[in-house]
């Protein structure tokens, strides 16, 4: 069955360290796998796409298919950054399956 | 462009009634998607439907939800005789696109609480 796992439900860094949130996922094809961003008090918004290899805000992820991971990187966390995270997969048919979030808090 | 209008934001229902949540998509989204997400869990597919059409349900609960997007106004997605474990946010996506996850844009949600 296709899952989606973050296991952490919260993170906190310091400003300025870098994160690292984890993904792992299960799927027998070709997976398409995005990170979504919620802020405090805003809607769920995508962050980047596996496909697009792109960095947005300073975040990257990278498709490992060998640990069937897509872990959310940063170099240099800013307060900003503290949002709840939630990674998810492309299911198939217009559907997505998603992990059930990590709560990121970025200490001044 | 307004984006995805959910309505209303806070839903509060005596067990037995009936909720009706509204998700207006974005201007030329003629996609709408409907998730849940229980308390301490991630959002969960429910429904995709496209005008007039229910594509895919295979998320919905057998009993007492629905689902319907007309040809004129919102998509509606009803509970019948709500109980306490439909307490939740019911999010709606629209897409452009018929790519899950491709495009989609996300609606506030609209918060369930069953009494």
């Known amino acids: 069955a296709q899952r989606v796992t973050q296991p952490e439900k919260l993170l906190s860094v310091f400003k300025g360290a870098p994160v690292e949130l984890k993904c792992n996922y299960s799927?027998?094809?070709?997976?398409?796998l995005f990170w979504y961003v919620q802020y405090s008090r805003q809607r769920l918004q995508l962050l980047l796409r596996h496909i697009s290899r792109e960095s947005i805000k300073g975040f990257t992820a990278d498709l490992n298919k060998g640990e069937t991971s897509f872990h959310l990187k940063k170099p240099f966390a800013q307060e900003e950054d503290s949002a709840m995270y939630y990674c998810?997969?492309?299911?198939?048919?217009?559907?997505?399956?998603f992990g059930q979030g990590t709560r990121l808090t970025i200490n001044p | 462009n307004a984006g995805v209008m959910q309505n209303p934001r806070h839903l509060v229902r005596r067990r037995g009634q009936e909720a009706r949540l509204r998700c207006s998509p974005m201007k030329g989204h003629s996609h709408v998607y409907w998730y849940r997400q229980l308390p301490e869990e991630g959002l969960k597919f429910m429904v995709y439907?496209?005008?007039?059409?229910?594509?895919?349900e295979s998320g919905m609960p057998k009993e007492r939800f629905s689902a319907e997007f007309p040809k004129e106004g919102p998509s509606i997605l009803r509970i019948q005789q709500v109980v306490r474990g439909d307490s939740a946010a019911y999010f709606c996506a629209s897409s452009p696109l018929d790519r899950g996850g491709y495009g989609y844009t996300f609606g506030s949600g609209t918060r369930l609480t069953v009494v």
């Open positions: 799927y027998s094809g070709s997976p398409e």
């Open positions: 998810a997969l492309n299911q198939g048919a217009q559907k997505l399956v």
């Open positions: 439907l496209q005008k007039e059409n229910i594509i895919d």
